[in-house]
């Protein structure tokens, strides 16, 4: 069982930045692809960034790339560093972890098994 926890949240104007962190607690030992997703009001979730077990290996969206970087601290810290930040960036961020390869990293909703509450990131203009 794997619990996730976001926190770094909050409003911030158009051009700053913020840092989301994810805490991994987990109850069985292994490896996890992790993943960041958000979702704006009245729109589908959708895939932010995503990273292998040990963060070497890293993916992004179009939308996001040289604005975001997504880090792995150790095996129970996951980051999202977000500069240059868009009121289109307004969304519910969500961290994910899904049993995995250490070599491995997904960017699929569906393939992610384990999905923390959310951390709202509002962006005034």
């Known amino acids: 069982q794997v619990q996730l926890q976001e926190s770094g949240g909050g409003l911030v104007q158009a051009g700053g930045f913020l840092r989301l962190s994810c805490e991994v607690s987990?109850?069985?030992?292994?490896?996890?692809?992790m993943g960041w997703f958000r979702q704006a009001p009245g729109k589908e979730r959708e895939f932010v960034a995503a990273a292998n077990w040990n963060g070497g290996r890293t993916a992004y969206a179009d939308f996001v790339k040289g604005r975001f970087t997504i880090s792995k601290g150790n095996a129970k810290t996951l980051g999202l560093q977000m500069s240059s930040l868009k009121p289109e960036d307004t969304a519910v961020y969500y961290c994910?972890?899904?049993?995995?390869?250490?070599?491995?990293?997904?960017?699929?909703?569906?393939?992610?098994?384990?999905w923390g509450q959310g951390t709202q990131v509002t962006v005034s203009s």
């Open positions: 994910a972890a899904k049993p995995a390869l250490s070599h491995d990293y997904y960017t699929g909703v569906y393939d992610y098994t384990y």
């Open positions: 987990a109850t069985t030992s292994g490896t996890y692809a």
